[in-house]
């Protein structure tokens, strides 16, 4: 019976009799995939919004933030601060201070999935939430895609009750850098003295005061962030100055980076705008005389500090001369 029924048959029609099934099946098997998939994110969104519940207008402060290797200093001196100061008013807001404003702001909390939450507009995973204490990963999200990072920042934040209580201290007081975080910030103070290339950002950056009229300084300030309220990252990493020297020998422009030692001495790096190479020994000569010859003389030097110890430090300079009358 099977064969006459497949003799009249047209082929194109078989073949679809037979695949279309096997796609019903194919379809069938994802299905509840999907469906799982779907039912474990609204049991951990009960879960979430429970866990927010059980943690409602405790007061927490940040007293930790660190990366993989435990240290709050990068590579280059970057230096990581804890400073959120948090509640949870309910479970889709939060309170968090503002430095800068001097007060609480509310903001939006959104459970994603898998313990991560958009907090204030930033991505965190939720590692632990103890007694008196919680752990937030920071991701970093593009595209709703959390990318990968080689490095993580982890914030760990007390209760206040806790700060208060069991520590005995004030949450303003509660953090100071690790004892593993002044080692390595010696060990590379010590390798700056040696190696001159392995100088570093200065979280107290290099600070230049003018000794005469004859010269100004004005230092670059990057805007405070309302969330954070600390200072722009970039005001110590690439601290910049714009210098102007009154009745120079000519009028110039130049822009360069330079050494700052612990003692205050500066020193030509290089130029930080292109130039031929047959006028590079003349205008990196010239750029060490305006230094040498100008800003030695002109201004005093504070060295930059991380954890207040003085070290070597570079600094990008934009020096305008403007001639004599």
Known sequence: ????????????????????????????????????????????????QALLKSIKGIKYTEVKRTFDNGLSFSRVGYQLVPEWQISFPSTDSVNIYSPKKKRFMNTPVVFDHDSVYNVAWAWLKLKYIKKDSMQFMVLHVHDN?????????????????????????????????????????KAKIALADKVIDSAFAGTE???????????????????????DGGMGFDDYLSPTYDITIHKAYTDFYYSYSAFVDEKGTITFRKTLTFTYPEFKKASDDAMKGITDGYLKLYLNTTPGKTLGIPHKSIVILKVTGVKKN
């Open 205 to 227: 950056p290099v600070v230049l005061t003018p000794k005469t009229p004859l010269i100004s300084v004005k230092k670059y300030v990057t805007p405070d962030n309302d969330l």
């Open 1 to 48: 019976m099977n064969i006459v029924v497949r003799k009249h048959i047209p082929q194109y029609l078989y073949i679809l009799l037979i695949v279309f099934p096997l796609g019903m099946v194919s379809c069938r098997h994802h299905v509840p995939e999907r469906v799982k998939f779907k039912e474990k994110l609204q049991v951990d969104k009960v879960k979430a």
């Open 145 to 185: 895609i959390i990318q990968e990072e080689k490095t993580h920042v982890f914030m760990t934040f007390y209760t206040n009750d806790y700060i208060k209580n069991v520590l005995h201290t004030e949450p303003s007081k509660v953090w100071r850098p690790s004892r593993k975080d002044t080692a390595y910030i």
